[in-house]
T-cell receptor, first 105, second 117 residues
Framework: EDQVTQSPEALRLQEGESSSLNCSYT??????LFWYRQDPGKGPEFLFT???AGEEKEKERLKATLTKKESFLHITAPKPEDSATYLC??????FGAGTRLTVKP | ETGVTQTPRHLVMGMTNKKSLKCEQH?????MYWYKQSAKKPLELMFV???????ENNSVPSRFSPECPNSSHLFLHLHTLQPEDSALYLC????????????????FGNGTRLTVT
């Protein structure tokens, strides 16, 4: 059965402390791996799409990478405004449960 | 107005009530989706309409009934709900040239927070 698993469930960082979020997937034929950001009280906001292993995409302090089994969202020198829940999704929009990121000043 | 708009933002209803959630997209997309988001659980796909094709998740109870009169509007009709149906209901749209779930990102509204008492 197709599955998407995100870890950790929650992550607390100090401002400037870089880290990575993981998204592991098992799907039959990946057509796209999506990352979204969700702020409290709002719907998810699209960040990146990755289509093939080895692909990387960047946006400000965020960089998403993809292998054949997992995707990472690397956060470099995070700021408090990066605090949010980060969701990944594969193919048929099968979502993981998300990682709740808190960045303390 | 741009993006995906959902109304109402909050809804409290009794188990015997009938209500409807509304979604409107101004992005020119041809696919629309209903998702259910419960605390600490993955988003759960409920229904999809794309290119006039309706795709259902068979695990959705019949007390939820979708309606898509055109490519810009989507409704979710609710009746005789249960307390466990309390959740955030999200509408999304995408441009799906070859049917739903094509590799196109979703654009979400801000949801309707539903509480069933």
């Amino acid at each position: 059965e197709d599955q998407v698993t995100q870890s950790p469930e929650a992550l607390r960082l100090q401002e400037g402390e870089s880290s990575s979020l993981n998204c592991s997937y098992t799907v039959s034929g990946l057509r796209g791996l999506f990352w979204y950001r969700q702020d409290p009280g709002k719907g998810p906001e699209f960040l990146f799409t990755l289509y093939s292993a080895g692909e990387e995409k960047e946006k400000e302090r965020l960089k998403a990478t993809l292998t054949k089994k997992e995707s990472f969202l690397h956060i470099t020198a995070p700021k408090p405004e990066d605090s949010a829940t980060y969701l990944c999704a594969a193919n048929d929009m099968r979502f993981g449960a998300g990682t709740r990121l808190t960045v303390k000043p | 107005e741009t993006g995906v708009t959902q109304t109402p933002r909050h809804l409290v209803m009794g188990m015997t009530n009938k209500k409807s959630l509304k979604c409107e997209q101004h992005l020119g997309h041809n696919a629309m989706y209903w998702y259910k988001q419960s605390a600490k659980k993955p988003l759960e796909l409920m229904f999809v309409y794309s290119l006039e094709e309706r795709v259902e998740n068979n695990s959705v109870p019949s007390r939820f009934s979708p309606e898509c009169p055109n490519s810009s509007h989507l409704f979710l009709h609710l009746h005789t709900l249960q307390p466990e149906d309390s959740a955030l209901y999200l509408c999304a749209s995408s441009q799906a040239p070859d049917g739903p779930f094509y590799n196109s990102p979703l654009h979400f509204g801000n949801g309707t927070r539903l509480t069933v008492t």
